[in-house]
């Protein structure tokens, strides 16, 4: 088993990984399209040529990027394919020079043995700007939002200025 930066050839098989997930909203749904255009921020984890598992790195800027998208096949879970998909991730935010990694989760426990902590969301602003305003669960968000690192002192992005208003946490 070994975890490597992904090749468009991996896009199908990546497809299909997260697809398993999102059915039931444990993952957000990546279309393939979306997947070929991002190879670059997925990693996957290989065993006997097959993938097992993926994830990618979302960067914001040198203050802030996001784990996404971590999956592991059913049969291939509990053999240490999710610690080398995140420690491959962290490398690359690490190589990338990035303060802060951020990522929203419903299994913090997991993340917590990654050096991951609680945070609140606003101390995430580009996440919030990117991502929650569109979201249909943006009120009754039930994910925890995690950080290893500096926290952000600023945004990159711009609050979406009709939308906004509407988030409360
Ligand atoms: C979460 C997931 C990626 C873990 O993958 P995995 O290959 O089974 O994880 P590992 O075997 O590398 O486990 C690493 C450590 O985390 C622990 N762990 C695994 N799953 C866990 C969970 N759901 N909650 C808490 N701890 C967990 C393991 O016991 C292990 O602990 P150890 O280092 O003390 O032995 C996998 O269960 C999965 O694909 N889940 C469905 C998709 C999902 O929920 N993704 C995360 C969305 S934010």
């Known amino acids: 088993m070994h975890t490597r930066e ?19 909203g444990t993952l957000l749904p990546r279309t ?6 991002n190879i ?3 990693v996957v984890t290989e065993d006997a040529g097959r993938i097992i598992g993926c994830g990618a790195l979302h960067l914001y800027g040198p203050h802030l990027a996001e784990v996404r998208s971590i999956a592991v096949l059913p049969q291939s879970k509990g053999n240490g394919a999710g610690r080398q998909l995140i420690d491959a991730l962290l490398e690359q935010a690490s190589r990338q020079e990035v303060t ?23 101390e995430i602003p580009d996440k919030l700007y990117k991502d929650c305003h569109r979201c249909p669960r ?6 925890v939002a995690m ?7 600023f945004a990159i992005l711009q609050p979406p200025a ?8």
């Open 6 to 24: 992904a090749l468009l050839r991996d896009a199908a098989q990546i497809h299909d990984l997260i697809a398993s997930y999102s059915g039931d």
């Open 32 to 37: 393939l399209p979306e997947i070929c255009e």
């Open 40 to 42: 670059r921020d997925f």
């Open 100 to 122: 802060c990694v951020c990522l929203f989760t419903r299994i913090p426990d997991f993340f917590a043995r990654m050096g991951f902590t609680v945070a609140a969301r606003e």
């Open 138 to 143: 943006q009120n009754n968000c039930d994910e």
């Open 147 to 153: 950080v290893r690192g500096e926290l952000p002192q």
């Open 162 to 169: 009709s939308q906004f208003v509407k988030l409360q946490w």
